[in-house]
């Protein structure tokens, strides 16, 4: 039987995980923060605490010391904010005083232009670095807000996808359960055409050794007929055969007497004629075996009635489908009844398996989900322009530090001649000091708040990955939850036996969802699903019913009787020896052609009154001979083909007719003694079919409600979109905004340092320092640098 498919529903794709540049540089933040917290996962206390939904001191101890990376790095934020600003101030307050570099003074040493050199390509590596950094931040800034504006829209999906899984469980089952419709319309049918289906059964079973009888009898019959009718053509064409040789002989006879007195009258001219008295019939058809006892014999057994015998037992196997029919009406009206308690029990069972009413539960708090990401998307979003306002300025403020550098590093060089004294540099050169002093006042400026926003961050993105993200990936966040949590209570469900951690496993594998929750624990589907009591009365009612069969008589007595005299009657032994004896000679002594030819021979020196006597005689000899050639012999030529004909089939007759009686015996005893059991197996096989439908369907339910009802690959996958969501979209895109600040302002103090250093080469000084070759020393010329003292002078 053929029943219906599961639905098969269409779901939205997945949430992608991320992948590129992205992936990479998540990768690289992950990697920072596995060496920040490196306590294994779950912290002791966090049991304590979900249990008791309290913290203790103890628990604040512990959760101290689980973030203790944290801690530390949050320190180290911290001082850098308090030194950054006290630095700050201190520089701003020890320029103005003119200290710290802030003279407008540059010593000249041989080794200044190596130096300016060295300073403004680090600056400018240093410059890229930050650039690089920032052009992360602006990046993971509008991966934030892509998040949460896609963000919606995925989890939106996947609660859809949840939904219609859930809609589909309570289709399937509903469709697994409407099935059984088709093994009972099927055992219906059956009942009603028993007639057909048992009947043609019981008749074809009965048919097997009954038509095989049947067929040698109508054989039987055919080959004594065709027998009958061998002897009636052998005995008619001996009867025409007689006839024409008594005709012969009376001619003969004749001619011969005319011949004989001619001659007489002719005299010595005649003396030379053939003598008449070869003019005889040599062949004489006389006798031939009497048939009549046979084919009396014959006659009677064929117009005994046999064949109305046949008919009869025909009739009757093709009255069993009714006769089964008429004697079944009761009976198929209680299998009829039977079958309605069936389909009902069955669809008790839909009503016993709760877990469907448990889903339409899990489908209210899905709704209930949907209606608060509506309900707040609005605010989120706006909420969500105003940070990434706020992400923009900061990475706009690291931009001006890295615009002010580069226009520092751009300007300066095109103004600067190394042989120019400093307190003459030009506007291009003394701009390009500038901007690289206002990179690092700006840097001094904005280095506590950047870092204190990379603090904030990095306390809640970071915690947010090694505390949810990286358990939820490799599922230890699911094994904390079985452990701590009751999802069943949390669902509103009586699953009390519902583990996240297998449920993932299983989902993953597409497993079905009566395994993955273990529902035979909960559901005994044999029980539900148990008919066997009503199949039981199935098979009671059609056995206890009683299915009578005609009697059959394949022949009578008295035709077995003829039969028996036909096959004992020597039909196989008659003799035609004498007819072959006779048939082999020649029909007359002498070919009368020939003797013709002779009398023409004598007519021609006979007297002309005999002349023409002798001719005509020649000329009816020869007409004799054409009427033997044209009619007796054929004769012959036909009674012999006759009476091989009719010795063919006497020959073998006896034995089929011996064989025949076996046979109608064998028949008959196999009716009279085996047509109970044929309908007492054929009623076995019966019931076994129409139970075997149940059987099949029962086992098909089975299957279908344990193997392939619900198959939870869906829910595995909203557990990842949801991971992809939460985690790569949204908390990744946060450590990466995070870490990208935390880059560039750390790398602002190389950045103040270097740049601070190298606009002294630049800016126009207002005291200078010359210079000179060593060989134009008024001192000594010395290898020891210690006596070199270089000639200054000083312009205002």
């Not at 103890?58 to 973030?67: G, I, M, S, T, W």
Request: charge should be negative; include cysteine.
């Amino acid at each position: 039987m053929e029943y219906g498919n599961l639905t098969d529903p269409v779901y939205s794709p997945e949430a992608a995980p991320e992948e590129g540049a992205m992936k990479v540089f998540s990768s690289m933040v992950h990697s920072y923060l596995d060496l920040v917290q490196r306590n294994a996962f779950p912290p002791a206390f966090l049991q304590q605490v979900i249990k008791e939904e309290g913290f203790t001191t103890d628990d604040v101890r512990e959760a101290l010391v689980y973030e203790v990376g944290y801690l530390v790095a949050l320190a180290i934020g911290v001082v850098f904010i308090v030194l950054m600003t006290l630095v700050g101030l201190f520089f701003a307050c020890c320029r103005c005083c003119g200290n710290c570099g802030g003279k407008m003074y540059q010593k000249q040493t041989r080794n200044i232009n190596c130096r300016r050199r060295f300073q403004y390509i680090f600056l400018f590596c240093v410059t890229l670095v930050i650039l690089a950094g920032d052009i992360c931040a602006f990046y993971s800034n509008s991966k934030i807000n892509q998040a949460v504006s896609n963000g919606f829209k995925s989890v939106n999906d996947t609660v859809d996808n949840l939904k219609t899984y859930v809609n589909s469980v309570p289709q399937d089952v509903d469709l697994i359960i409407n099935s059984s419709k088709i093994p009972i319309n099927k055992a219906n049918s059956s009942a009603t055409g028993i007639g057909a289906i048992l009947g043609g059964a019981i008749k074809s079973s009965i048919e097997i050794q009954a038509n095989d009888t049947l067929y040698t009898i109508q054989s039987t019959v055919n080959d004594l007929n065709s027998t009958a009718i061998a002897l009636r053509h052998v005995n008619d064409s001996f009867n025409a055969l007689l006839d024409t040789q008594h005709q012969l002989v009376e001619n003969l006879t004749t001619i011969r007497s005319n011949i004989n007195d001619t001659l007489n009258n002719c005299g010595s001219p005649c003396a030379s004629a053939p003598s008449v008295s070869e003019l005889y019939m040599d062949a004489n058809f006389q006798s031939i075996p009497s048939f009549t006892d046979q084919l009396n014999d014959i006659d009677d057994f064929l117009n005994s009635g046999v064949g109305d015998t046949i008919q009869k037992v025909r009739q009757t196997l093709d009255d069993i489908p009714q006769t089964v029919q008429n004697n079944t009406k009761t009976s198929v009206q209680e299998v009829q009844d039977q079958l309605g308690k069936i389909q009902q029990k069955i669809q008790d069972a839909r009503s016993s398996i709760s877990i469907v009413d448990t889903l339409d539960q899990v489908n209210s708090f899905l709704d209930s989900v949907t209606d608060s990401s509506k309900k707040y998307e609005s605010d989120v979003k706006q909420y969500e322009y105003y940070r990434w306002i706020v992400g923009i300025c900061l990475s706009c403020i690291i931009l001006l530090v890295v615009v002010c550098n580069l226009f520092g590093l751009l300007l300066a060089p095109c103004g600067h001649k190394a042989n120019v004294d400093p307190t003459d540099r030009g506007c291009a050169s003394n701009s390009g000091g500038d901007f690289l002093m206002a990179g690092a006042g700006f840097s001094f400026i904005f280095a506590w708040l950047l870092m204190l926003v990379t603090a904030v961050l990095f306390a809640v993105g970071g915690n947010a990955y090694t505390s949810l993200c990286k358990p939820w990936r490799n599922q230890q966040l699911y094994q904390v939850i079985d452990e701590n949590v009751n999802l069943s209570k949390l669902l509103n469900t009586d699953l009390n036996n519902l583990n996240l951690t297998t449920l993932y496993r299983d989902c993953r594998n597409d497993n079905s969802l009566w395994n993955t929750l273990n529902l035979n624990s909960m559901y005994n589907l044999d029980s539900y699903l148990n008919i066997s009591e009503y199949t039981g009365d199935v098979n009671s009612t059609l056995q206890n019913t009683d299915i009578k069969i005609d009697n059959m008589t394949f022949l009578s007595s008295d035709q077995k009787d003829k039969v028996s005299a036909i096959a004992t009657s020597g039909i196989d032994l008659y003799n035609f020896s004498d007819f072959t004896l006779q048939s082999s000679k020649n029909i007359t002594k002498m070919n009368l052609t020939l003797f013709a030819s002779k009398l023409d021979d004598v007519a021609n020196s006979a007297p002309s009154g005999s002349q023409k006597a002798l001719r005509d005689e020649a000329v009816a000899l020869r007409s004799l001979q054409s009427s033997i050639n044209a009619i007796m012999v054929p004769q012959i030529n036909n009674l012999t083909s006759s009476i091989g004909d009719l010795q063919n089939k006497a020959k073998f007759l006896p034995h089929a007719l011996n064989s025949t009686l076996k046979s109608i015996s064998a028949a008959q005893t196999f009716v009279d003694t085996q047509v109970v059991a044929i309908v007492k197996n054929e009623t076995i096989n019966y019931l076994n079919t129409i139970v075997g439908y149940f059987t099949s369907y029962v086992d098909w339910a089975k299957t279908m409600l344990t193997q392939n009802l619900a198959r939870c690959g869906p829910l595995a996958g909203a557990l990842n979109s949801a991971e992809v969501i939460g985690c790569q979209y949204l908390v990744d895109s946060l450590n990466a905004f995070w870490f990208s600040l935390g880059w560039c302002t750390i790398f602002f103090l190389t950045s103040i340092i270097t740049a601070v250093k190298l606009a002294k080469h630049y800016r126009r000084m207002k005291t200078s320092d010359i210079y000179e070759n060593p060989n134009n020393h008024m001192e000594m010329a010395s290898t020891s640098q210690q006596f070199l003292i270089p000639r200054a002078t000083a312009k205002s």
